[in-house]
Nanobody, 129 residues
Framework: QEQLVESGGGLVQAGESLRLSCAAS????????MGWFRQAPGKARDFVAA????????YYTDSVKVRFTISRDNAKNTVYLQMNNLKPEDTAVYYC??????????????????????WGAGTQVTVSS
């Protein structure tokens, strides 16, 4: 079954760190650009970070640059989001996504939700002040 499964969310205090993981089935992961998005209560789902199919290029929304790092382990079919110096405004459900129709290419808008055809169920991140 093709799926994405996120883990690693939790409750932390401001300034602390979390690492999110997203395990993907091989059919989804191989050569696919991968992204992380988040959705706070009552708000739209927003782009957080993305990683090219080969891991060579990374993309971040401005508010998380320097603090967050996206990476992938192709041997484990897993993408990670290392989140440091967390802030209360980072509180949201975090979703992993795969842009399988853009396999092997850099040339699409990585922040566009519609580019991603597979989504995980999400993991909650709560940052207290």
């Amino acid at each position: 079954q093709e799926q994405l499964v996120e883990s690693g969310g939790g409750l932390v205090q401001a300034g602390e760190s979390l690492r999110l993981s997203c395990a993907a089935s091989g059919n989804i992961f191989t050569n696919s650009p991968m992204g992380w998005f988040r959705q706070a209560p009552g708000k739209a789902r927003d782009f957080v970070a993305a990683l090219s199919w080969d891991g060579a290029r990374t993309y971040y929304t401005d508010s998380v640059k320097v603090r967050f790092t996206i990476s992938r382990d192709n041997a484990k079919n897993t993408v990670y989001l290392q989140m440091n110096n967390l802030k209360p405004e980072d509180t949201a459900v975090y979703y992993c996504a795969a842009a399988t129709r853009y396999r092997g290419t850099y040339y699409f808008d990585q922040s566009d939700l519609s580019a991603y055809g597979y989504w995980g169920a999400g993991t909650q991140v709560t940052v207290s002040s």
